[in-house]
Every structure is written in C-alpha cells, then in structure tokens.
C-alpha cells in the first residue's frame, strides 16, 4: 500500500530498533477512527488494497496463567504504536478499549473467572464481525481465545462460512482439566473449543457446535505435554511442529493450509501467541520455549496471510510486558501485525510467491 514513507523507514539502520518512529511528525497520523466504507468480502486482489475497519479490543486477562503481568498485554501494545502504526497503513482502526466482564468477583479464578471474560470477549468479537470489521482481539493470557473463537464461531454459524483457526504457538493448548499437568487454563482453550469434557459453563448459552479439531491448524509446536499429545493426535488437529518447519521452511506447509482455506472459502481466524517466536526476538513470555520462529519466519507468515486474503478475526496474546526488555517484545508484536495488514518491504503486482525468478523468465 502506497504511504508515502521513504523506504525502510520504519527499520532504522543496523542494531534495528523496528518502531523507531523519528519521522514521525513528518507523516502525521491519520483520524484513527474515520475511515471510508469499504466492503472486504470481494475478489482476493481487491482485499490486497482495501483498506480494512479493525476493531482493537483489550483483554487485559491473566487468570488463565499462574505468571502475572499478561494484563498489561494490552497497554503496551498500545504504547508500541498499535493503533497508530495500522492507521499509517491507510486502515481505519478503532480502538474499543478494553472489555471488562460483568459480574467478575473480586479475587475469582479458574474456570469461573475465565468464563466470565471469555463471554464479554465473545460478545465483542461477534458484535465487531457483525458490523463488518476485523476484530483484533489483544492480551492477555491464551485462555481470551475461548472468547475471540466463540464469537468467530457464532459469527460463521449465522453467515454459513466453515471456521478455520491457524493457532500459531510453541504450545498445543489442548489440554483439559484431566490432563493438564499445571492446571492454568491458558493451556486448554482449544481443547475447550473444541468439545472435549470438563469444560461446562465456560461458554455463553446457547453455545454453537463446538469446534471441529480437524479445522484448526497448530503450527510452530515445539513442547506438548503427554496428555495432550495423545488428545491431539487422537483428534486429528492439523499439526507443523518446529521439525517440519527446519525441514521444510514455513511457505510450504502454510501455503497447503491457505489453499484448504481458500477453497473452503473459510473465515481464517489467526491466534498469535507470542512464544511462537524465540525468546530470543520476543523476550517477554512467561512460557519460554527455545527453538522458536525466527524473526524472518514470523514476518513471512504474517506476509503470506496478507496476501491470502483470508484473515477475518486475529489474537495476540501472551506478551507479558513485566518480563520484556525495553517494549522489545510489544514492538515486535506491533510489527508483525503491521505485516499481517499489509506493510511490506516493497510493494509488489502479485504474491512473492509469483514473482520467483523462473515464472519472470517464463512471462519474458
Ligand atoms: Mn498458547
């Protein structure tokens, strides 16, 4: 998307400091909350350049973790530019605020407790699809996807799309209450979406039919707990563990899951918790996992998303900002999603995948 910026502006010289924004009173932001009535639904080249509504919902929630600091998540996304960084790329993004669940006792926990913020959250969700925007929902522990799924799930439920979720995580988080070994429900959501037992109460009545596991996609697996691993094969979720990544790189297994998504015609929900990348490049995680995406690899995925097309609804959870280095870790977050909405290196006519060298030679 064309904006003006000198290229490589927002990259800063070597030792990258990605958010550095000195030039940024040469681009003033735009009004974040004006934008022009565009409809997204149409032919995959036109999403390339529409401009998009986004709705930020906040989901401060860390009572699906026994590591505080998650519920900051959503301020220093916010400070790390956020808003501001998806308004330059010409979209109009509202931001919601943060959700606040009703009837949430002081002190409560668990399942209870999640609960709670999982409804507002899904409400939130559905409300925003509804009016036709796409609703990021930021965090928070992983546990808010009980909420931002439900309400993709009830959105689809009344359009007729089929659900897809591409769960980008170190981590399956398909445990239940039986087979996690630490109880923190951060590690269940999928388990929970997708119909397993132990689970009552958490969602809003009536519920939708729960997830279909053969429609979500773990990719960047690297630490399952042994419970887990026999549920998750057991149910047959869509698996590219960090192996088949080093084998294969990340364009050759994600593009087969954009393909089944395309064909489908699918509501591509993305859920980016932030230990799927090393903690090398995003320090502030309470899970660290070594092993992870690189930064590169990240921004490849995010890339290849964009030029999908198919991205309706998105979470970005798990920053703790208590553990970060400096907003590192928020500002990487921030970058990524600026990818994942359009921002690249140079713009392009067509998908990179289309501009490799053989097919100029083939056209010439
Ligand atoms: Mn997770």
Avoid: Y
Avoid at 250 to 272: D, T
Avoid at 329 to 334: F, K
């Amino acid at each position: 998307m064309p904006n003006g910026k000198p290229l490589g502006e927002s990259w800063g010289g070597a030792g990258a400091r990605p958010l550095d924004r000195q030039g940024a009173a040469l681009h003033p932001p735009k009004d974040p909350v004006l934008w022009d009535p565009v409809v997204f639904e149409g032919p995959m080249r036109d999403f390339h350049e529409a401009r998009q509504r986004i709705a930020l919902i906040g989901a401060p929630i860390e009572v699906g973790t026994s590591e505080p600091g998650a519920l900051m998540g959503p301020a220093a996304l916010r400070t790390a530019g956020l808003v501001r960084t998806l308004a330059d790329l010409g979209h109009g993004i509202e931001d919601r605020g943060d959700i606040a669940p009703a009837g949430l006792p002081p002190g409560a926990t668990g399942l209870p407790a999640v609960a709670a913020w999982a409804q507002a959250l899904s409400e939130a969700v559905e409300a925003a699809l509804t009016q036709g925007c796409v609703p990021l929902a930021a965090g928070g522990d992983h546990s808010l996807s009980l909420g931002s799924v439900d309400g993709a799930m009830r959105h689809c439920a009344r359009t007729g799309k089929p659900l897809m979720v591409l769960w980008l995580d170190a981590h399956a988080d398909f445990n239940t209450p039986e087979t996690s070994p630490s109880g923190n429900v951060h590690g269940m959501p999928l388990a929970a979406l997708c119909g397993e037992p132990g689970f009552s109460g958490l969602f809003r009545q009536p519920a939708p039919p729960p997830l279909d596991p053969n429609q979500v996609h773990l990719f960047g697996l690297r630490s399952v707990d042994a419970g887990e691993r026999a549920l998750v094969h057991a149910r047959q979720v869509g698996v590219t563990d960090m192996r088949a990544i080093d084998e294969f790189g990340v364009v050759a297994p994600l593009r087969r899951v954009l393909e089944r998504a395309a064909e489908e015609e699918a509501h591509l929900h993305v859920s980016l918790d932030i230990d799927f990348l090393d903690p090398s490049v995003a320090p502030a995680v309470g899970t660290a996992v070594p092993g992870g995406a690189t930064f590169r690899e990240a921004h490849l995925i995010m890339e290849m998303l964009h030029d999908s097309g198919l991205v309706r609804s998105l979470d970005v959870v798990e920053l703790n900002p208590f553990l970060d280095e400096r907003g590192r870790s928020a500002r990487v977050l921030v970058e990524l999603v600026a990818s994942l909405f359009g921002r690249r290196i140079l713009d392009r006519a067509a998908s990179p995948l289309e501009t490799l060298p053989t097919e100029q030679v083939k056209r010439g």
